[in-house]
T-cell receptor
Framework: AQTVTQSQPEMSVQEAETVTLSCTYD???????LFWYKQPPSRQMILVIR??????QNATENRFSVNFQKAAKSFSLKISDSQLGDAAMYFC????????????FGTGTSLTVIP | NAGVTQTPKFRILKIGQSMTLQCTQD?????MYWYRQDPGMGLKLIYY???????DKGEVPNGYNVSRSTTEDFPLRLELAAPSQTSVYFC????????????FGQGTRLTVV
């Protein structure tokens, strides 16, 4: 089974500032997909951003961007201009490019946004 | 757009009771999943299905059963509930393998007392 590690159980950021959430993963595969999901207090899991391992360019979605370092097996999420609505639990996830049957999730990072 | 619908949203069971968590999706997705979420543990895969009639165990299948008779439905059965099954359960689906993301239901908070 693949391992996804989020080493920051909790993070906080001032409103309008930038924060980076860390994620590392362990795999021997060269083809895979990575995702960041947001889980607000409502419990709903919402896709934030995804990255294909074969793409060198880092994915961006408005205020959200990733720093994908394939050699280091690192996939961090940067949130710019943080807003109160960004407060949530964030999960990093891995999906194999070979079988693709499962998503493997990290343990999550709880983000607090300070007004 | 309904997406993935789970019922119930909350449930309290007594030890030894059984129940079925319902999950249905209207996106014609082939892949469906059941995860449980425990505090500090992330999401653990219980069972998954790659199509009607096909199911397979995930990381934590003990105490659970599933079936997939149609593309839309993927119920999760708990037999002889135990306190260790107290958790939040999520059903999810994806169109296919590889880079398609998973879409999640709103979760079921289950307490076994």
């Amino acid at each position: 089974a693949q391992t996804v590690t989020q080493s920051q159980p909790e993070m906080s950021v001032q409103e309008a500032e930038t924060v980076t959430l860390s994620c590392t993963y362990d795999t021997s595969e060269s083809d895979y997909y990575l995702f960041w999901y947001k889980q607000p207090p409502s419990r709903q899991m919402i896709l934030v951003i995804r990255q294909e391992a074969y793409k060198q360019q880092n994915a961006t979605e408005n205020r959200f961007s990733v720093n994908f370092q394939k050699a280091a097996k690192s996939f961090s999420l940067k949130i710019s201009d943080s807003q109160l609505g960004d407060a949530a639990m964030y999960f990093c996830a891995y999906r194999s490019g070979n079988t693709g049957n499962q998503f493997y999730f990290g343990t999550g990072t709880s983000l607090t946004v300070i007004p | 757009n309904a997406g993935v619908t789970q019922t119930p949203k909350f449930r309290i069971l007594k030890i030894g009771q059984s129940m079925t968590l319902q999950c249905t999706q209207d996106m014609n997705h082939n892949y469906m999943y059941w995860y449980r979420q425990d505090p500090g543990m992330g999401l653990k895969l219980i069972y998954y299905s790659v199509g009607a009639g096909i199911t397979d165990k995930g990381e934590v299948p003990n105490g659970y059963n599933v079936s997939r008779s149609t593309t839309e439905d993927f119920p999760l059965r708990l037999e002889l509930a135990a306190p260790s099954q107290t958790s939040v359960y999520f059903c999810a689906s994806s169109l296919g393998p590889l880079n398609t993301e998973a879409f999640f239901g709103q979760g079921t908070r289950l307490t076994v007392v």
